[in-house]
């Protein structure tokens, strides 16, 4: 799922192209399709790159994840922000269950991935309106 339809075109001419079968890619805002029963709460592991503030992807991914299920937030080499993104976190349903300190091949870049297990359900409000969550982020 991607916002941008040309993220979303470029992903749909890999799959093409290597011959993947069984996935879909979807042009949609995950606050939008959050909030759609046929999603919300529906998979058991949820991955995003970082494209925003913990607390604020947070907010993107749990309402889609299951109770029992994961949530993978790969982030850079500052994992300070886990401390801000703590009441979110429990707020949405989630616990972070394990910090996984990556480095890359051949360079001195470290990166985290971060993993959250949905141990409840989330709010129905959340996620909030389109923009909402990055402008007021869950404090």
């Known amino acids: 799922m991607d916002a941008l339809n040309k993220r979303i075109n470029f992903l749909n001419d890999v799959i ?3 011959n ?3 996935i ?3 042009h949609a805002r995950a606050e939008e399709l959050g909030k759609n029963e046929n999603y919300r709460e529906s998979y058991d592991v949820v991955v995003s790159r970082a494209v925003a503030k913990l607390n604020v992807l947070i907010e993107y991914m ?4 299951k109770v029992g299920g994961m949530c993978i937030c790969m982030k850079g080499s500052n994992v300070e922000e886990i ?3 703590n009441n979110a976190i429990e707020i949405l349903g989630g616990k972070i269950e394990k910090i996984e300190k990556l480095q ?3 360079s001195d870049i470290v990166r985290n991935n971060i993993l959250i297990r949905k141990v409840k359900n989330t709010p129905n409000k959340y996620p909030r309106k389109a923009g909402t969550p990055q402008k007021e ?3």
């Open 24 to 26: 879909n890619t979807i």
């Open 16 to 18: 093409k192209s290597i």
């Open 62 to 65: 749990l309402p889609f994840v």
């Open 104 to 106: 890359l091949p051949d």
């Open 83 to 85: 401390e801000e993104a």
């Open 20 to 22: 993947l079968e069984n």
């Open 137 to 139: 982020p869950i404090i």
